[in-house]
């Protein structure tokens, strides 16, 4: 019986990258999803306050 598949480099790269591609974004997906359920944030503080109204006087800072 003939083996009628063939694989050069270029479909070894190519397989090789979608694996790759895959587990960075299941590792992105997770990433999303724990801030997401555990309310975790990044450490800047640049949209601190963002849900306050304008006319708030706890949202003016006096730096």
Same mark, same amino acid.
């Given at each position: 019986?003939?083996? #009628?598949?063939? #694989?050069?480099? &270029?479909? &070894?790269? !190519?397989? *090789?990258? $979608? !694996? !790759? =591609? &895959? *587990? $960075? =974004? *299941? %590792? *992105? !997906?997770?990433?999303?999803? =724990?801030?997401? #359920?555990? &309310? ?5 503080? %640049?949209?601190?306050?963002? @849900?306050?109204? #304008? ?7 006096? @730096?």
């Amino acid at each position: 019986m003939p083996v #009628l598949a063939y #694989l050069d480099p &270029g479909s &070894g790269t !190519l397989i *090789v990258q $979608a !694996l !790759l =591609g &895959g *587990v $960075a =974004g *299941v %590792a *992105v !997906l997770f990433k999303t999803m =724990g801030r997401r #359920l555990f &309310g975790r944030r990044s450490g800047d503080d %640049a949209d601190e306050g963002a @849900d306050r109204p #304008l006319d708030d006087p706890a949202s003016i800072r006096e @730096d």
